[in-house]
């Protein structure tokens, strides 16, 4: 049942975004959308698009007013330094913040498993990690993740602004590596989690996984229920093409947020196992 209020969606523009607007116009949603690039080819119908930058707080309350939800998928989506993450993922979500609280409305946020990719890969056998497990970035970018969850939390804790947080693996049409047999999120499972937020009658603060339902998952308990989303798809389907896709680097491959943690990695490579792995 569509949500009788438009819903802001941020980084509109992105890969991410823009199928989003199209996925979720064709299911009823109103939506206004916004982004610092132009939005890629024809506006779908039941969206209108406003250029804003995300550090401009007032164009944030402007754009947020009247909305019952914003999904918040704006600001550097990849491992970029810090002086570039500053301002569109520091200062932003608390543009994206305050507005929501002036408007009463909900914010799905765009996490990553980069706010916690310093966890290791669980072998065959063991536990999988749980979304209460602790952050540990691996990137400027994953810290500003888990700063922006943590905004949540505050918002929701203070302010009563409810907050859904996915974390998500990696959403592509298709999976490119043997990484994403276990990260991976399928665009329709993604655009269904995204409709299951709107209509969720209550969800507080909430962390989610935010996979598809792939056996290989590093990924254990998470709040799902809040919002009553259950995958469909599932990485296996490409195990055949993507088994070998290795990158042979001893960091990428321990860790789960893979190449983002050997990234400008300059401490001896942990061997055979990281002895504070569970501190
Ligand atoms: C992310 O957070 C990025 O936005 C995306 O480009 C991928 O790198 C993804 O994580 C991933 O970990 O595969």
Redesign the pocket.
Known sequence: MPAAKPVLVTGASGNLGSMLARELTARGYRLRLTDIKPFPGDLPEGAEFTTADLGDAVAMQHLADGCGAILHFGGI??DRPFEEVLDPNIRGIYHIYEAARREGARVLFAS???AIGFHERPGPGEPKLDADCAFRPDSFYGLSKAYAELMGRLYWDKHGVENLNVR???SFPEPVDA??LS?WLSYADLAQLCAAFIEAPRIGHAVVWGASDNPATFWGQDQRERIGWAPQDTAEDFRGQMEGKVSGDPVTERYQ??A?CASAYSRESPSPRDPFALD
């Open positions: 989506s990849v990553s498993n980069h998500i693996g990696s990484r994403m990260t947020g893979g983002y």
